[in-house]
């Protein structure tokens, strides 16, 4: 080092370091609510859920007082046909449940990935040197789909494009989880009706009736049908019932068809004071466990 000149280094240093540019400070992010939805498949109405997605922003003191910015969804890791996202839980249709989401309305104003589908906005900060800005966006699971009894989940990617200065947009890319819960569903798409029997005192051939009913059981579920009586006496004349089928079944999410069956056996007299009889009705309850 020169002796006469002992500053010439630390001038140096000195100048290097104040040459380096300012960093912007101000940064956003995006949260949305989880969608986490239940569906049944015997409600004749899409299932709809509305959910939140809130845009939080930071700035320095020189930073804008103002950031445009768009906000967009993709069709998450399982996309469907067309537009629809899809949450999954196995392989094959019957373990893939469609649903889509949207900015205005269930079913009206589709979220999605372009600039049509976006939601757009500024944030303003005033004096502040944080705001933020929450948008309402809903879900829509169509009504009558025929799938598996589980919990199907999805993962739904955003992007945030916010204004960071002149010229300069920052993009980030938040994630939300989805997950449908399908659950499992039994009825009587079609309930039994009346069992009447017409029998003859003494008759040697057995009297027998039935009626047909249907039952409907979301896809996999497995159920039984039992009758909390398969016996019993109308005018004194002893009758037995029997389900068409006894042993477990599987539901497919369509109806499936059984018969209830009666029978009064042969060779009984019965009462009847008149030349024609007409017993009281009796109740017997099917029911159908799942």
């Given at each position: 080092?020169?002796?006469?000149?002992?500053?010439?280094?630390a001038t140096?240093?000195?100048?290097?370091l104040?040459?380096?540019p300012?960093?912007a400070?101000?940064v956003c992010n995006a949260t949305?609510?989880p969608v986490q939805?239940v569906y049944f498949e015997n409600?004749p109405?899409p299932?709809?859920g509305a959910?939140?997605v809130?845009?939080?922003?930071?700035?320095g003191?020189?930073?804008p007082?103002t950031?445009?910015?768009?906000l967009?969804a993709?069709?998450?890791f399982?996309?469907?046909?067309g537009?629809?996202?899809?949450a999954?839980?196995?392989t094959?249709?019957?373990?893939?449940m469609?649903y889509?989401?949207?900015r205005?309305?269930p079913g009206?104003?589709e979220?999605?990935?372009?600039?049509a589908?976006?939601?757009a906005?500024t944030i303003n900060?005033?004096?502040a040197?944080?705001?933020?800005v929450?948008?309402v966006?809903y879900s829509r699971?169509?009504a009558?789909?025929n799938?598996?009894a589980?919990?199907f989940?999805?993962?739904?990617?955003?992007?945030l494009?916010?204004?960071?200065g002149?010229n300069?947009n920052?993009?980030?890319?938040?994630?939300?989880?989805v997950?449908i819960?399908n659950q499992?569903?039994c009825?009587?798409?079609?309930p039994p009706?009346n069992?009447?029997?017409n029998?003859?005192?003494?008759q040697?051939a057995?009297?027998?009736a039935?009626s047909?009913y249907a039952?409907?059981?979301t896809?996999?579920?497995?159920?039984?049908m039992?009758l909390?009586?398969?016996?019993?006496?109308?005018?004194t004349l002893?009758?037995?019932l029997?389900l068409?089928?006894?042993a477990?079944?599987?539901?497919t999410?369509?109806p499936?068809?059984?018969?209830?069956n009666?029978s009064?056996?042969?060779?009984?007299?019965?009462?009847?004071?008149?030349g024609?009889?007409?017993s009281?009705?009796?109740?017997?309850?099917?029911?159908?466990?799942?």
């Amino acid at each position: 080092m020169n002796p006469l000149n002992p500053w010439r280094l630390a001038t140096a240093a000195l100048s290097l370091l104040g040459s380096a540019p300012a960093m912007a400070a101000l940064v956003c992010n995006a949260t949305a609510t989880p969608v986490q939805m239940v569906y049944f498949e015997n409600d004749p109405n899409p299932t709809d859920g509305a959910w939140t997605v809130t845009i939080n922003c930071s700035r320095g003191p020189t930073d804008p007082t103002t950031s445009a910015y768009t906000l967009r969804a993709d069709d998450g890791f399982n996309p469907g046909a067309g537009s629809s996202n899809q949450a999954v839980n196995g392989t094959g249709t019957a373990n893939q449940m469609a649903y889509d989401l949207f900015r205005t309305a269930p079913g009206t104003g589709e979220w999605g990935y372009t600039n049509a589908t976006d939601f757009a906005g500024t944030i303003n900060f005033g004096t502040a040197l944080t705001a933020s800005v929450t948008h309402v966006f809903y879900s829509r699971i169509a009504a009558g789909l025929n799938k598996n009894a589980k919990i199907f989940t999805d993962t739904v990617t955003m992007r945030l494009r916010y204004d960071n200065g002149p010229n300069n947009n920052t993009d980030v890319f938040p994630t939300f989880p989805v997950s449908i819960n399908n659950q499992s569903v039994c009825l009587l798409s079609t309930p039994p009706g009346n069992i009447q029997f017409n029998y003859t005192s003494f008759q040697a051939a057995a009297a027998t009736a039935s009626s047909a009913y249907a039952v409907r059981c979301t896809l996999g579920e497995t159920y039984t049908m039992a009758l909390d009586a398969t016996t019993g006496t109308l005018l004194t004349l002893t009758y037995n019932l029997a389900l068409s089928t006894l042993a477990g079944q599987t539901g497919t999410g369509f109806p499936q068809n059984f018969t209830i069956n009666g029978s009064i056996p042969g060779g009984q007299s019965g009462t009847c004071g008149m030349g024609s009889c007409t017993s009281a009705p009796q109740t017997r309850t099917l029911t159908i466990s799942y």
